[in-house]
Each structure stands twice: as structure tokens, then as C-alpha cells.
């Protein structure tokens, strides 16, 4: 086979993926427990998988919360499993105070203000001396912060801790992992990519204190 057509072969299937893909996230609506939800249908299954599997998570921190929909998904989830929860964003979402936010406390658990700014000590202080660990960090900066998000901020976990990154490949990609060199270890990143999940998740497995380092001084 040519390298013409193999190509060709490749890019084709990559479209039927992607119509996939948005077929899914049309059909699904964007919303959990009637909140807009900026996930894939098949997103929330993956978590949930991965909740029953990671049995050991004591905290769990959001950045950001945007409509707050997939704030509530996990602050049900951390309700119910016993973990501690946070959520940060610079400006407040549409449904903070719903039935279903006002049950769960969730402005109670929503830290406003610019995450580099204002708010930077409180994450900082969550991350590296007030939550148990083990803590999830789940970097969901929208279209343009995540990159930046994620390399700052998986600087402040410990050893044995876990990030999940939202948007894989589209906004975060091999090159932002690649960072870390070896100190991040992916976790079922195949059947991740089998069922078309874009929210992909890592273990914390050598200290990162030399990272922070190279951040902190250049």
C-alpha cells in the first residue's frame, strides 16, 4: 500500500471518529441532573470507573467550574465516597445555587478568583498541606488556560497523587505530559482512547519538587 493511500486510510477513519465523537456529544446534551456539562456522554462512565478503581482518593479538586455541571458530578461523587471537594473559578457559573448545588453546599465549596492571582495561595495551601492525599486534580481550564493549568499546578501534588486532564488530544497533548519526563504514569490510557473518553488520567510516581523548581526559577 502506498504511503498516499495509508494516509488517506488514516485521515478518513480520524473524520468518522470525530462525526462520532460529536454525534455523542449532540445526542448526550451537555447536561447532568439538567446543568450544562462540558463532557462527553461517555465521560462520566470513565469516571465512575475510575472512582471504583482508585479506591484510595481522599480529596478531589476541580479547575475550573464553569456552569458547575460537572462540579455537581463530583461533588456527588466526593459526597458519597467521603472525600473532601473544591471547585475554583474566576467568575461564578449559572448554578450555584440550584436545588441540587444548595443540597450539596457547593458555593460552600467554590473558591472565586483568578488562579495565578487571588486565589493561587488557597489552591496552593489545599494541594500541598490542608487536603488529604491521596487528591485528584482535575485540570479543565477551558480552550486556552489548560496547558499552562496543568504544568503549574500538577507541580503542587506529592507522590502518589492523580491528575485527570479534560479535552485530550485538542487542548493538551503528548508535549504538555512530555514536561514531566517519567514521573507521571498513565492509567488506562488505551481504553480510554477505545471508548473515545477526552478526559485521560495519570498517577503521580516520582516527586516533582525539581519541576517546581525549574518553574519557579527558570
Known sequence: MSPKIKMKQVVVAELEQAKTRKFLWDFGGQRFMNHRIAQYPMDLPMWE?????????KSIVELVTANCGMALF????????GMEFRTFDWEEGENLDTPLSKLLCLRDKFILGDLWGDSLDILTNLLMNEFPHP?????????????DEFRD???????????AVHDWPYNISEGDIGFFGDALERLWWE???VVGSITWFMR??????????????G
Open 153 to 163: 499546578f500538577v507541580t503542587l501534588l506529592q507522590v502518589g497523587d492523580y491528575v
Open 49 to 57: 470507573r475510575f472512582l471504583n478503581s482508585i479506591s484510595d482518593i
Open 135 to 147: 487528591i485528584l486534580l482535575f485540570c479543565d481550564d477551558g480552550v486556552t488556560g489548560k496547558e
Open 191 to 193: 481504553q480510554w482512547e
Open 204 to 217: 503521580v510516581v516520582k516527586p516533582l519538587d525539581d519541576y517546581r523548581n525549574i518553574l519557579v526559577n
Open 74 to 81: 463530583l461533588a456527588l461523587q466526593a459526597y458519597q465516597r
